[in-house]
C-alpha cells in the first residue's frame, strides 16, 4: 500500500522544515529553554528538530532566495561591478562589468554558508565556556540552536536588501551585523548557559554572540575574495 506524501513530507525533502521543524523555531523564540533542555537528550525527546538540521535548512533557504533574486541590477551584484571598475579591470570581449559582478556574487553566495558551516565545526564545538562539562556534540547542539532567530530573521528580512542602493550595502551590513549580535546574544542568556548566574549568563551569551560573530565575518571576507579572485582567474582579468 502506498503511504500518502503530503506538503508536509514535501517541504523536508527539499528544504530539511516540517511542521515540526517550524514548532521547534517557534519554541526557541518563545520558550528556548525548552528547547536546549531537549538538545540534551540524544533523541531531542522526540519533539524538536536537530538544532543543525534547522540552521542548515534556513541557510539553505536563504541562499535559495538570493540565487533567485540576483540580477544585474541588484545592490550587491552593482558594488562588486563597481569594484571592479575602482580597481580598473578590463572584462573580457562580449561581457560587462555587472555580469562579472553577477558571476562574483554566485561564486559568494555558494562559498559562504560551506565556509560558515566549517569554522563552525572547527572552532565553536571547542567552545569551553558553559559552566558545566559539554560535549563536542552538545556545544554544537547548543551553538546553533542559538543561531536559529537571527537566522530567521535574515529569511524574514532577505526580501528588503534587494530594495537597498549599492551605496548603503556596507551600512546594512553592519545593521545585520549588529542585529544578529544582539539576537544570539539573548538567545544564548535565556537558555544556552542553564547552570549559571546571571551574570555568568550575560559575559557567556556576549563571548559567544561575538565568537560567532567573527566567524561570519571571517566566512563572508573570506568567500567575497575567493569569487572575486575565481572570477578574474576564470576570464583572465587584468588592469586596463
Known sequence: ????????DLAE?????????LRSIGVIWIRP???????QDAGWDGRFTPSIRLWLSLIALT????????????????????????????????MTLQQLGERAA?????????????LFLLVLGFFPFWGERATYSL??????????????LLVLFLPALALVPSSQVAMI??????????????????????VASAFGR???AALLALCILILNVIANVGAQIAGIVLVSYQFGLSAG
Open 63 to 94: 541562499s535559495l532566495f538570493q540565487f533567485i533574486w540576483i540580477g544585474s541590477d541588484t545592490p550587491l551584484v552593482a558594488a562588486y561591478a563597481e569594484g571592479f571598475r575602482n580597481a580598473g579591470l578590463v572584462p573580457p570581449e562580449g
Open 173 to 194: 551590513g553592519y545593521v545585520i551585523g549588529a542585529v544578529t549580535f544582539l539576537l544570539d546574544a539573548l538567545t544564548g542568556y535565556r537558555a544556552a548557559f542553564p
Open 1 to 8: 500500500m502506498t503511504e500518502k506524501i503530503g506538503v508536509d
Open 33 to 39: 529553554a525548552v528547547y536546549f533542555s531537549a538538545a
Open 139 to 152: 556545544a554544537l547542539r547548543r551553538v546553533f540552536g542559538v543561531m536559529i532567530p537571527s537566522a530567521t
Open 13 to 21: 525533502d527539499v528544504f530539511g522544515l516540517n511542521i515540526r521543524g
Open 202 to 204: 550575560l559575559w557567556r
Open 106 to 118: 554566485l561564486w559568494i553566495y555558494a562559498l559562504a554558508p560551506m565556509v560558515q558551516l566549517a
